[in-house]
């Protein structure tokens, strides 16, 4: 009741305009749904958000921050809600670049924000492995491909 979770897959459909919401709960949806272009979970997601915006019998407004490290579907959760391409998306991280307000309904105001990466006084491995920072950008690729490879049981890379 007071921290509900909701299972949300994003749309990734291609096209501008009304983009596929599935109606099948996440919980039943069969593989093929949920492997297919199509939202699923939307429903759910959009009834916890009606619920917070009601007040007694009194309907009022609210905003909501979708905030999250780089790179992990913020603007695809947006846009699958609002289905269409309210907000930019990319395979790369830093396409939000400032925060973004997208009207849902009467009452719902989804707030776009770019990637959070909390600094930890991490070696340097750690901004590429949270998203902060693009592949293409790195001087030292080694560090964070060897901090993945010392995360990752032997068996499951191939080595031994």
Known sequence: AEFPTVAFKACTQQQ??????????????????????????????????????????VKTTITVGVVGYPNVGKSSLINSLKRSRACGVGAA?????????????????????PGVVMATGAPSAAAPLRGALAPQRLRDPLSPAAAILRRCPPDQVGVG
């Open 16 to 57: 501008s305009r009304n983009l596929k919401q599935s109606r099948l709960p996440a919980a039943t949806a069969p593989e093929e749904v949920l492997s297919g272009g199509a939202c699923v979970g939307a429903d759910c997601l959009l009834r916890v958000l009606a619920n917070y915006s009601r007040s007694g019998e």
């Open 93 to 113: 991280p830093g396409v939000t670049r400032c925060l973004q307000a997208v009207q849902l309904d009467r009452h719902i105001q989804l707030l776009d924000c």
